[in-house]
C-alpha cells in the first residue's frame, strides 16, 4: 500500500506523528507495530518476530509506557497492530484508560489489529481495560479450560474444511463476534475476523506461530511449519484487509 501526502495540512500531520513516536522511543516508518509491553510472553513475542522475519516484513516494538505515550495519529503512523499472548489481565492493567481509547480509536480510523490468544482477550470489553473493539463482548476460555486442561494440541478447522493441529494455551473462544474464520472441535470459534470502521480486526485463540519447542510431551497432526505458515496468513490478511473465507 502506498502513502498518499495530501497537501501541507496532511504532511505537517505526518512529520508530527513520526517526531513524536521518535520521541517515544517507537522507530517510525515500519509496517507492523508489535506490542512487548508488561503481560505479554516473552517467547511469544519472540514466535512473532520470526514470523514477521521470515515474511520480510517491517516492524517496530513497543513496551508498555511507550505506547501509553502514543496518540492516535501516532498509533496510525503503522498499518498493523499485533498485541501477541501472554496474560490479558497484566497487559490492560499497565496500559492507561487512554492509551486503550487510542487503540481503539486509531483502529475506528483505519489501523488494523491482530490479537493473539491474551490479545483476542484484550479486544473484547475485558474488565482489565479492555479495548472493546467487539462493540460489548467479553470473551471466555475456550472449553478444555473447564476440564483443567492449560495446553494442547487442538483439532481447529477453518470454513475450507481444513484442520490444523495449533498450540492452544488457555486461549479464549470468540462467539458473539465477527466472522468465524475456524471453529474449535467443539464448534465454538477459534479464529475470527471483522471490520472495526474503517479498520480490520483478526482474533485468533490458538498460537499458530508456536515454534516446535513449545510441542515437547505433546502429540500434534500438523507439523510446525505449516501452523506458522497460518500465522503468517493471519498476519498478512489483517495487514492488507483481505477477508478470510469463513463459515
Known amino acids: 500500500?502506498?502513502?498518499?501526502?495530501?497537501?501541507?495540512?496532511?504532511?505537517?500531520l505526518l512529520v508530527s506523528a513520526l517526531t513524536a513516536c521518535r520521541e517515544a522511543g517507537v522507530p517510525a516508518g515500519a509496517d507492523v507495530l508489535l506490542f512487548t509491553g508488561t503481560g505479554t510472553s516473552?517467547?511469544?513475542?519472540a514466535a512473532v518476530r520470526k514470523i514477521l522475519d521470515a515474511e520480510r516484513l517491517s516492524y517496530a516494538t513497543a513496551d508498555s509506557p511507550q505506547v501509553n505515550a502514543l496518540n492516535e495519529p501516532q498509533l496510525r503512523v503503522y498499518r498493523l497492530l499485533i498485541v501477541p499472548g501472554g496474560n490479558f489481565e497484566h497487559i490492560g492493567n499497565n496500559l492507561t484508560s487512554g492509551a486503550a481509547a487510542n487503540i481503539r480509536a486509531a483502529v475506528g480510523n483505519g489501523l488494523n489489529y491482530l490479537g493473539i490468544c491474551a490479545g483476542a482477550f484484550l479486544a473484547g470489553n475485558s474488565p482489565y481495560n479492555g479495548l472493546n473493539l467487539t462493540s460489548g463482548t467479553r470473551f471466555g476460555f475456550y472449553s478444555a479450560a473447564a476440564g483443567g486442561i492449560r495446553k494442547a494440541p487442538v483439532a481447529v478447522t477453518d470454513a475450507q474444511g481444513q484442520t490444523l493441529y495449533q498450540y492452544w494455551e488457555d486461549g479464549p473462544e470468540l462467539t458473539g463476534w465477527g466472522n468465524v474464520v475456524a471453529r474449535y472441535p467443539d464448534g465454538t470459534p477459534a479464529v475470527a475476523e471483522g471490520a472495526v470502521g474503517r479498520g480490520w480486526v483478526v482474533l485468533s485463540?490458538?498460537?499458530?506461530?508456536?515454534?516446535?519447542?513449545w510441542r515437547r510431551g505433546m502429540a500434534f497432526a500438523t507439523p510446525a511449519l505449516t501452523d506458522n505458515a497460518y500465522?503468517?496468513?493471519?498476519?498478512r490478511s489483517t495487514l492488507n484487509r483481505n477477508l478470510l473465507p469463513h463459515f
Open 231 to 235: 500465522a503468517a496468513t493471519l498476519i
Open 1 to 12: 500500500m502506498t502513502s498518499v501526502i495530501r497537501g501541507p495540512l496532511t504532511l505537517a
Open 42 to 45: 516473552a517467547n511469544d513475542v
Open 205 to 213: 485463540g490458538i498460537h499458530p506461530e508456536a515454534p516446535e519447542s
